[in-house]
Nanobody
Framework: QVQLVESGGGLAQAGGSLRLSCAAS????????MGWFRQAPGKEREFVAA????????YWADSVKGRFTISRDNAKNTAYLQMNSLKPEDTAVYYC?????????????????????WGQGTQVTVSS
């Protein structure tokens, strides 16, 4: 059983920054890929970014590439999403998720059904 707890959401102005954290329970954090997703009101949950267990490989949605940075600290069982140059369209509830065990392809990291544990979400609101 894995528990994921996000923090760091809040209100930011367009062009500003926020850093989200995702704290995970358990002793095998470094063995699995972590992802960030978001869901805006009235829209489906969408992939934002993912990072491999070692942190050496990252995957991005085109909408955030170059503005957001994903990282992880395996000693702290925590994944991060640094969000810069925020836009009003980044407003959403942000979720971190643990990918199920096993090999993966880059494309599969964006598929919601590949993830078996989810956090409760943290609200990010960007004002114009």
């Amino acid at each position: 059983q894995v528990q994921l707890v996000e923090s760091g959401g809040g209100l930011a102005q367009a062009g500003g920054s926020l850093r989200l954290s995702c704290a995970a329970s358990g002793r095998t954090f470094s063995s699995y890929l972590m992802g960030w997703f978001r869901q805006a009101p009235g829209k489906e949950r969408e992939f934002v970014a993912a990072i491999s267990g070692s942190g050496t490989s990252t995957y991005w949605a085109d909408s955030v590439k170059g503005r957001f940075t994903i990282s992880r600290d395996n000693a702290k069982n925590t994944a991060y999403l640094q969000m810069n140059s925020l836009k009003p369209e980044d407003t959403a509830v942000y979720y971190c998720a643990k990918r199920r065990s096993g090999p993966f392809s880059g494309i599969s990291t964006s598929v919601l059904s590949e993830y078996d544990y989810w956090g409760q979400g943290t609200q990010v609101t960007v004002s114009s």
